[in-house]
């Protein structure tokens, strides 16, 4: 089991309100990221960083925002939450160095109402 | 734009039979390929990697192969059990600045019956 954890894991949310998803590692892990999956659909990277205080956008738009005060902690926020945002947000860390495997929480599936 | 194809999104086959999946991709050229398993409304697991200069690579009742020219990798499951249905996740491995971001295929829900 990956020591990487996500809170909480099921989110019901009304529309405007804002959000934040937890995510926690104890592994030491530099690299972190989000990805987003929808039934039956690809994982899309939405947001990843290699260290605190680095953030990038990954390859599918995204209208959340994330920090990275602390190596174990990556956490991801909507401001004002939309039926759209309904998804399911995966996050995973890897260790440092290239093309190391990944590993992911059990994931935090949300619904905007 | 950069594709991955997984054959199948279903796949069932018999226990005791050996399960294939096939993962494909188009413009892009990967140095690594990833292999991961995703039970229902959990994350994905890590199974295996194999490099773009390595042919095959195996892992208990696992195989992989990485065809760089064909550019496809095959997974197979031998000896399959019902504990082996899941999804499995094909991932492209970024390089340069990327590196280490996965880029993943939808998957292929394998149901093994007993």
């Known amino acids: 089991e990956a020591d990487i954890y996500q809170t909480p894991r099921y989110l019901v949310i009304g529309t405007g309100k804002k959000i934040t998803l937890e995510c926690s590692q104890t592994m030491g892990h530099d690299k972190m990221y989000w990805y987003q999956q929808d039934p039956g659909m690809e994982l899309h990277l939405i947001h990843y960083s290699y260290g605190v205080n680095s953030t990038e956008k990954g390859d599918l738009s995204s209208e959340s925002t994330v920090s990275r005060i602390r190596t174990e902690h990556f956490p991801l926020t909507l401001e004002s939450a939309r039926p759209s945002h309904t998804s399911q947000y995966l996050c995973a860390s890897t260790r440092q160095g290239a093309h190391t495997e990944a590993f992911f929480g059990q994931g935090t599936r949300l619904t905007v109402v | 734009s950069q594709k991955i194809e997984q054959n199948s999104e279903a796949l069932n086959i018999q226990e005791g039979k050996t399960a294939t999946l096939t993962c494909n991709y188009t413009?892009?050229?990967?140095?690594?390929l990833q292999w991961y398993r995703q039970d229902p409304g959990r994350g994905p697991v890590f199974l295996l990697l194999?490099?773009?200069?390595?042919k095959e690579k195996r892992k208990e009742r696992l195989k992989v192969t990485f065809d760089t020219t064909l550019k496809q990798s095959l997974f197979h499951i031998t000896a399959s059990q019902p504990a082996d249905s899941a999804t499995y996740l094909c991932?492209?491995?970024?390089?340069?600045?990327?590196?280490?971001?996965?880029?993943f295929g939808k998957g292929t829900k394998l149901s093994v019956k007993p």
């Open positions: 413009n892009y050229s990967p140095a690594y």
């Open positions: 991932a492209l491995s970024l390089g340069g600045g990327s590196q280490g971001n996965l880029i």
């Open positions: 194999i490099r773009e200069n390595e």
